[in-house]
């Protein structure tokens, strides 16, 4: 089902093989990962949840670059004994493609959930940490960890929980070290929206005041 508030559409090639994942209605769903070149030439792996009905599209030779269109979607997990928010691209659409390899491109419409966090890097650059619920049909929502740069994470800093914000960016992966219990570190991978673009939806309404009055001279900061 199309979602105007959450669109995905990426070029990238399928990396190992597709895993049966659950059923719905009957209906199977399978989970891989879709490798997505950066305009530098870094990858982002992607997870991607491809349902079974779009299987018959998938070509044989793994190499050959595909067109998924989609959502971004979030679920819940139990890693380790601990939840996890789990990031996937849900894909609607699949065609082979020979053009734009280093496509991948999100639009969001959604409303914070939790206060953004505002840092800068051991190098000096801001950024800009937030959490974007996104509905979904049938009472539904995605919770979508996004990170803006710059002076976008000036401006997202001044929003607050339930202010709506529309951006624009990319699917990116990015691997860290977490902090163990007992005291060694596990290498993890962290799956986010980068910000290219970001304002407030609504023309401004419904900002918290510190966003409101920075609405009109923010709203086309890019990166």
């Known amino acids: 089902m199309e979602n105007p508030n959450n669109r995905i559409i990426a070029a990238g090639k399928l990396e190992g093989e597709l895993e049966l994942s659950h059923e719905v209605m009957n209906e199977p769903f399978y989970t891989g990962t879709l490798a997505v070149k950066r305009l530098s030439g870094a990858i982002d792996r992607l997870p991607i949840t491809i349902p079974g009905k779009l299987m018959a599209l998938l070509p044989e030779d793994r190499e050959r670059l595909l067109l998924v269109n989609g959502q971004v979607r979030s679920y819940n997990k139990v890693v380790d004994g601990a939840g996890r928010l789990m990031v996937t691209l849900f894909a609607q659409g699949i065609a082979e493609t020979h053009e734009n390899d280093t496509l991948n491109r999100v639009s969001l419409t959604g409303a914070l959930c939790k206060p ?46 339930g202010d709506h914000v529309r951006l624009t960016g990319r699917l990116q992966s990015r691997e860290y070290q977490k902090l163990l219990e007992s005291g060694e570190y596990m290498a993890r991978n962290a799956y986010e929206v980068s910000c290219f673009t970001l304002e407030a939806a609504d023309g401004g309404i419904g900002l918290s005041p510190e966003a409101r009055g920075l609405y009109v001279q923010a709203r086309n900061y890019t990166n």
């Open 116 to 161: 953004p966090i505002y840092r800068s890097t051991p190098f000096g650059r801001e950024i800009c940490d937030m959490m974007i619920a996104v509905n979904r049909a049938f009472g539904k929502s995605d919770y979508i960890p996004c990170i803006a740069w710059g002076r976008n994470a000036q401006y997202a800093a001044r929003f607050g929980v």
